[in-house]
């Protein structure tokens, strides 16, 4: 993706963070490392199927690590590489505008959260 | 979209900007009120028809004022309303990320730019 043309690096940033579920794994994962199951769980509406592949694509851009103990129950964890980690403040910045305005947002929240 | 349950703000942050052109066109009027023409040739790639669609949403998220003066041939302008000016600060913190961080971004960008 580094490699990829973009026409202003704002896209770039988009581009791994987009889709609802990105952006609230990464929220979850500044909490800490967490289980698969976490995940799901705390993630209410997301499915197995598309947690998973979620995370296979955070992972692909190295903005998440995953652990697989290889124990049986499965047992993988997942958490944010240093280079998830400083998404931190975007994601502050976003949830801080929300507060302060998310009010005023009038009308149906166009292509809205969700695509990804 | 106020009303809309959303388990956490930065979600509703997302709703509103989300999309690689949503995003642009933004970017685009924070420097200042632009035509349609003007604002189509900026946004190399895009069509009418989403231009159209994208600007459309952002105006009924109350981000962007639309100005139609009433002229033939049609001239009208598109502006950052005071709620969509207090977007430069996300837009800033993003673009900022991708300039320090971007080229250490791996793989495909998953989900990536261009969903909207």
């Not at 581009?15 to 994962?29: A, F």
């Not at 400083?86 to 695509?115: C, D, F, V, Y």
């Amino acid at each position: 993706m580094a490699q990829k043309a973009v026409s202003c690096p704002v896209e770039l940033t988009l581009g791994v963070i987009s889709g609802r579920w990105k952006v609230m794994i990464i929220h979850q994962l500044l909490e800490g490392t967490k289980r698969f199951n976490q995940l799901q769980r705390e993630l209410s509406g997301i499915t197995h199927r598309t947690l998973a592949k979620q995370l296979r694509e955070l992972e692909a851009n190295g903005l998440i690590l995953r652990q697989d103990y290889r124990e049986i129950p499965p047992r993988v964890e997942y958490s944010l590489s240093p280079l998830g980690l400083t998404l931190r403040n975007i994601l502050a910045s976003m949830h801080e505008w929300a507060e302060t305005h998310g009010h005023k947002i009038q009308g149906p929240p166009g292509a809205g959260p969700g695509n990804a």
